[in-house]
């Protein structure tokens, strides 16, 4: 319904301030939280990350494909790993191998805050947590997501101020502050998400 405030004409600005905060905070009232496992990157049959182990980035400085026969649940995604020390090694500690957030661009996050389906051959260790970065191609242009996030400054420090960034645009879409959007640079990310954000998502390319 439409809003509307009848103002005696005598009402001091003092007397209506108050009346205006309550009126602009029921308008702009957060939405609901959301939980980690809602907003990861669900592929299709759930599979994270596409498949690859996130052990082999730490245990072996590179995105290797995990197998089916040593998955493991966490955060409603199905983890592959490569063989059962590797599914051991995730069970006894999945926070710390899980991707940072959790299958999307840690570089999109920290500008307009959308989602776009990160490429687990492009990574990196940061304060040992996973970063994935989107990487591809864009109408004809060959993206390297990787270069593009060391490209945002200049040492240790910078870094760690650009994954707080990132941190922060993923608490925004967490505490409900921000829609979640995701976009699809190209056909191949649409191949890598589940229908529903298949259907929601927004198209770049032509």
Request: charged share 30%; aromatic share 12%; net charge negative.
């Amino acid at each position: 319904g439409s809003w509307f405030v009848i103002v005696p004409e005598r009402l001091e600005m003092r007397h209506l301030f108050p009346l205006l905060i309550v009126f602009v905070t029921a308008c702009t009232a957060a939405k609901e939280p959301r939980s980690i496992a809602d907003l990861a990157r669900q592929g299709p049959d759930n599979i994270a990350i596409d498949g690859y182990s996130p052990v082999s980035y730490f245990s072996k400085g590179r995105a290797e494909k995990g197998s089916a026969e040593f998955a493991v649940q966490f955060d409603g995604l199905e983890y592959w790993l490569t063989d059962a020390e590797q599914a051991r090694q995730f069970e006894a500690d999945p926070e710390r191998y899980a991707p940072a957030h959790r299958g999307w661009c840690s570089l999109m996050l920290t500008g307009s805050g959308n989602l776009a389906v990160a490429n687990p051959q492009s990574f990196k260790i940061v304060d040992d947590r996973l970063l994935l970065f989107w990487s591809g191609d864009f109408k004809g242009q060959a993206i390297d997501g990787l270069r593009n996030w060391e490209s945002k400054f200049d040492d240790a420090a910078g870094e760690k101020a650009l994954l707080g960034k990132a941190d922060k645009g993923w608490d925004k879409l967490l505490d409900g502050k921000k829609k979640e959007q995701v976009m699809f640079f190209n056909p191949d990310d649409l191949e890598r998400v589940n229908e529903s954000r298949r259907a929601a998502g927004k198209k770049m390319y032509d």
